[in-house]
């Protein structure tokens, strides 16, 4: 790789650092033009002549400075930008002309972007590559960054091949977590959070990780205690994940954070063990890390292969009033699968959300029992065909309304009467196809009645209109307005993720009240054998 000069430029306390010969910063906003193919560096820099590489040209950066790169070309480019634009005039990293997005790269283990203490930064209508590298950092050092926006870009190829024997490196920028973006790090380099980050229409393949957001920890050790500086404002929205070793979103100390209508297909690709089976890393296609008041909405979350982890709905560390919401998961190595450390979790959801085939794994609420998941809320799912799933360590929760079809063999364990001793409210839900568990004395043994058997299409598990769990669901106070299909909630809800009338069909329950019965009681007694002698 050549050595590059570095340039430093400041105009109104905006700087513009120039790595690999990029920007250099004076005293007027306008337009910037790369054109690769037929560009000359010796050209002015306008639309009707253009530079050819992004090396060495004195540019002026101000707010609503653009610097636009002709569809069609790739160019080398392994900047560090510090400037700042405005709210109403952002710093632009886009494109121009007719054709393929223009290719922005990077040779070595380095960001094709680094933002580094900027504010108001636009980046769109872009592909990224980085083979050994990642790509863009988003950073702060000396003062809270905020406005960045990030559409339609397309990441690939970031050190998708190298061997994966341990996690990524979340302290080095993208490059050291062959990321899409990452925002700060984890041990973070300053206190100064980021905030108003959106990310919208983008894709990422063939990387190791998409978009990863932290905040900053003011315990330096923050395997004893969590004392964060939220990152805020920030909306992850349309984008889509697939192909990639290891996670898709992970949001670390937010505080807000929004994602929705986001798709994890083929994620956690690494399986994270040795050649004897043992466990070395754990990754997760969306999850939660120490944070408070976000929403993962509308995602799809599918075939996660990591052997530890590989779930769909993951609580980490000190996460607090967050949400899984109409979520859409099948064929992952599990479902769910939490980790309340530290002093336990508060008052999490997850609702309305389909699990399909998350089966190669057990799911659990939280382990071991004695780190605890507080009005912990589990409501209105439709879980079909999911291994062992063992609601543990909740306290003073909600598990209700909730549809659980297992194959022989697979059950769902509570705390041994923890409805009783840790005030938890354990009603309406409805188990077929395995035991019921002994600490849901409410629960009920039933055919749902699903209106299709195409495991595949996610429609094959609304209800049919004389499905026994219509009308049978508590009443739950909370802000939503439809269900996991879009149809809108009534007064007296169903049980499962359907909240319809039910599609017409002829087809009647296959077991009865005594069945429900017997069920109970062959539930009852294998978990007393297992207790006693396993």
């Not at 050595?3 to 920007?23: D, E, P, Q, R, S």
């Not at 609420?365 to 009005?375: D, I, W």
């Not at 194959?407 to 840790?422: C, H, I």
Request: hydrophobic share 35%.
């Amino acid at each position: 790789m050549k050595k590059l000069k570095k340039a430093v430029c400041i105009l109104l306390c905006m700087t513009l650092t120039a790595v690999c010969g990029v920007y250099c910063a004076s005293a007027a906003g306008r337009d910037y033009y790369y054109d690769a193919v037929a560009g000359n560096d010796e050209n002015d820099g306008t639309e009707s002549s253009p530079w050819k590489s992004v090396d060495g040209h004195n540019c002026t950066i101000t707010a609503g400075t653009r610097f636009l790169f002709k569809r069609g070309g790739t160019y080398d480019v392994c900047a560090t930008l510090s400037a700042s634009g405005t709210a109403d005039a952002p710093i632009v990293i886009g494109a121009w002309g007719e054709g393929d997005k223009p290719v922005l790269t990077c040779a070595g283990r380095e960001n094709v972007l680094t933002l580094l203490d900027c504010d108001y930064i636009t980046v769109r209508d872009v592909e990224i590559t980085a083979h050994d590298g990642g790509g863009i950092w988003i950073d702060t050092r000396e003062k809270a960054s905020t406005g960045f926006v990030i559409d339609n870009v397309t990441f690939r190829d970031m050190q998708n091949d190298r061997v994966m024997t341990s996690r990524d490196d979340f302290s080095s920028g993208a490059a050291g977590a062959r990321a899409a973006v990452m925002v700060k790090g984890l041990p973070a380099r300053s206190l100064w959070p980021v905030s108003d980050l959106r990310i919208t229409n983008c894709e990422v393949c063939d990387a190791g990780n998409g978009m990863i957001v932290w905040g900053a920890n003011k315990e330096p050790n923050y395997e004893v205690a969590i004392d964060p500086v939220f990152d805020t404002g920030v909306r992850i929205e349309n984008c889509a994940f697939h192909d990639m070793d290891a996670e898709a979103i992970v949001l670390g100390m937010c505080d807000g954070a929004f994602v929705t209508n986001c798709s994890a297909i083929r994620t956690c690709l690494g399986r994270g063990v040795d050649e004897d089976g043992n466990i070395l890393y754990y990754t997760a296609p969306m999850w939660f890390w120490g944070s408070v008041n976000s929403t993962f909405d509308h995602c799809e979350i599918a075939y996660a292969e990591n052997v530890g982890d590989g779930m769909a709905v993951d609580f980490d560390t000190y996460s607090h009033r967050c949400t899984y919401q109409y979520i859409y998961s099948h064929d992952n190595m599990r479902f769910m699968c939490n980790n309340p450390r530290l002093d336990g979790h508060y008052d999490n959801t997850v609702r309305y959300c389909l699990s399909v085939n998350d089966n190669r794994g057990k799911a659990r609420l939280a382990s071991p029992s004695t780190q605890n998941e507080y009005g912990f809320r589990f409501y209105n799912n439709t879980i079909v065909n999911c291994a062992d799933l063992f609601v543990i360590g909740m306290r003073n929760g909600l598990f209700a309304n909730n549809i659980i079809v297992n194959t022989d063999g697979t059950r769902v364990k509570f705390d041994t009467f923890s409805r009783l001793s840790r005030g938890n409210t354990i009603r309406a839900n409805a188990y077929y196809g395995s035991v019921l568990p002994i600490g849901d004395p409410f629960g009920r043994y039933v055919d749902p009645l699903f209106a299709g058997t195409d495991a595949a299409d996610a429609q094959s598990f609304v209800l049919c209109d004389r499905s026994p769990l219509l009308g049978k669901g508590i009443a739950i106070e909370d802000d939503l307005r439809e269900d996991f299909f879009g149809n809108p909630l009534t007064d007296t809800p169903n049980i499962g993720c359907y909240a319809g009338a039910g599609v017409p069909s002829d087809v009647r329950p296959r077991h009865t009240a005594l069945r429900n019965l017997l069920t109970f009681i062959v539930g009852f007694l294998r978990a007393e054998w297992q207790r006693l002698f396993r």
